[in-house]
T-cell receptor
Framework: DAKTTQPPSMDCAEGRAANLPCNHS???????VYWYRQIHSQGPQYIIH???NNETNEMASLIITEDRKSSTLILPHATLRDTAVYYC???????????????FGTGTRLQVTL | DTGVSQDPRHKITKRGQNVTFRCDPI?????LYWYRQTLGQGPEFLTY????????KSRLLSDRFSAERPKGSFSTLEIQRTEQGDSAMYLC???????????FGPGTRLTVL
């Protein structure tokens, strides 16, 4: 699985958009970009994933650059409850054997403030 | 609540004691994963079950660790002769084939004194 690089921490004012970057310059053509987050004292929670097209769901939007070497997770209107560590993970998206295990880095600690 | 439960949520033990953790995955999920997370780090993969078969074990899983998933339902993770370095959060996750999202439990926080 390709390695990812994320800033260790970011701040965001409540109600503003939070834009969390991720670099994955060694990503392969069959690897997807996944985002999970972990709120303090809880297990990680899936947010969104994508291959090359931008994706949006009820939680967030995922913007992947055309060369696929970086991506940005966007929380459009951050709230205090979005304070968490956000993990960007790159892996092949197939549920066969160990390809489905997740390799976490250290993530970005997002602090949403009033 | 993701539907994955873990028990206990917290465990404090003395060095050298044995501990056992339990994970109850979402009932229709056939794959189950164990991860370990130390302070300030992301979760690290330990082992994985497809139904009742344990298909992979990480190098992190020393011979003091053993995991089971009898009948492909709940899973247990046992640590024998605990060491202070075993202190961590132990996370369980489950997933159904054809899905992309792993559902994580709340974790068991182990403290070895």
């Amino acid at each position: 699985d390709a390695k990812t690089t994320q800033p260790p921490s970011m701040d965001c004012a409540e109600g503003r958009a939070a834009n969390l970057p991720c670099n994955h310059s060694t990503i392969s053509g069959n690897e997807y970009v996944y985002w999970y987050r972990q709120i303090h004292s809880q297990g990680p929670q899936y947010i969104i994933h994508g291959l090359k097209n931008n994706e949006t769901n009820e939680m967030a939007s995922l913007i992947i650059t055309e060369d696929r070497k970086s991506s940005t997770l966007i929380l459009p209107h951050a709230t205090l409850r979005d304070t968490a560590v956000y993990y960007c993970i790159v892996r092949v998206s197939r549920n066969t054997g160990t390809a489905s295990k997740l390799t976490f880095g250290t993530g970005t600690r997002l602090q949403v403030t009033l | 609540d993701t539907g994955v439960s873990q028990d206990p949520r917290h465990k404090i033990t003395k060095r050298g004691q044995n501990v056992t953790f339990r994970c109850d995955p979402i009932s229709e999920h056939n794959r189950l994963y164990w991860y370990r997370q130390t302070l300030g780090q992301g979760p690290e993969f330990l082992t994985y079950f497809q139904n009742e078969a344990q298909l992979e074990k990480s190098r992190l899983l020393s011979d003091r660790f053993s995991a089971e998933r009898p009948k492909g339902s709940f899973s247990t993770l046992e640590i024998q002769r605990t060491e202070q370095g075993d202190s961590a959060m132990y996370l369980c996750a489950s997933i159904q084939d054809s899905y992309n999202e792993q559902f994580f439990g709340p974790g068991t926080r182990l403290t070895v004194l």
